[in-house]
Antibody, heavy 121, light 109 residues
Framework: QVQLRQWGGGLLKPSETLSLTCAVY????????WTWIRQPPGKRLEWIGE???????YYSPSFNSRVTMSVDTSKNQFSLKVNSVSAADTATFYC???????????????WGQGTLVSVSS | SYELTQPPSVSVSPGQTARITCSGD??????AYWYQQKSGQAPVLVIY???KRPSGIPERFSGSTSGTMATLTISGAQLDDEADYYC????????????FGGGTKLTVL
């Protein structure tokens, strides 16, 4: 059974850098699109970006200049960094496994448990 | 930017049919996906590519589309189905990233 376990984040001050890591247990690490999604309190889910095993990345234009994703294939882990955070970045962040079927968008079939990140001075 | 629109809430009695809609201009050409999110939990995929049901998802969950609207139908809703439901899709652009709808709170009582 595939499991994603994530850690990091917590309480940050404005302008600091958010760092999260997600470890993948069970199943293959290759052939999938390792994704970060966030959800501000009481709001909709928001796709942040994805990274492949080879390190190819796509970021949402909403985050493009502040986000960096990386992958460590030796540990089956991938990470997210968001710099210059503000109160607007307060959210629960999820990692997820993305599966891209032919001709369709990416579906997310396994998710991490979620990590609440709060930004406050 | 592209948007998917859902009703904020839907309410049904146990055993009734619940229908949750999602409208978006690109839906005639792009697949819709549906996620169920129970309070304090990560989302779970319940429908993909408009109508397909992942293994382990009960048969009472089904999806359909018509023009710019996708619909999630829960036939014979149960108390355990009470949750927020989000549609997801992409726009006409080439980015692999998509957008989620605003979510619909399904109440079964």
């Amino acid at each position: 059974q595939v499991q994603l376990r994530q850690w990091g984040g917590g309480l940050l001050k404005p302008s600091e850098t958010l760092s999260l890591t997600c470890a993948v247990y069970g199943g293959s690490f290759s052939g999938f699109y390792w994704t970060w999604i966030r959800q501000p309190p009481g709001k909709r889910l928001e796709w942040i970006g994805e990274i492949s095993q080879s390190g190819n990345t796509y970021y949402s234009p909403s985050f493009n200049s502040r986000v960096t994703m990386s992958v460590d294939t030796s540990k089956n882990q991938f990470s997210l960094k968001v710099n210059s955070v503000s109160a607007a970045d307060t959210a629960t962040f999820y990692c997820a496994r993305g599966v891209r079927l032919s001709g369709s968008a990416t579906l997310f079939d396994f998710w991490g448990q979620g990590t609440l990140v709060s930004v406050s001075s | 930017s592209y948007e998917l629109t859902q009703p904020p809430s839907v309410s049904v009695s146990p055993g009734q049919t619940a229908r949750i809609t999602c409208s978006g201009d690109a839906l005639p050409r792009k697949y819709a996906y549906w996620y169920q999110q129970k309070s304090g939990q990560a989302p779970v995929l319940v429908i993909y590519e408009d109508t397909k049901r992942p293994s382990g998802i009960p048969e009472r969950f089904s999806g359909s589309t018509s023009g710019t609207m996708a619909t999630l139908t829960i036939s014979g809703a149960q108390l355990d189905d009470e949750a927020d439901y989000y549609c997801y899709s992409t726009d006409h652009g080439g980015s692999p990233g998509g957008v989620f709808g605003g979510g619909t709170k399904l109440t079964v009582l």
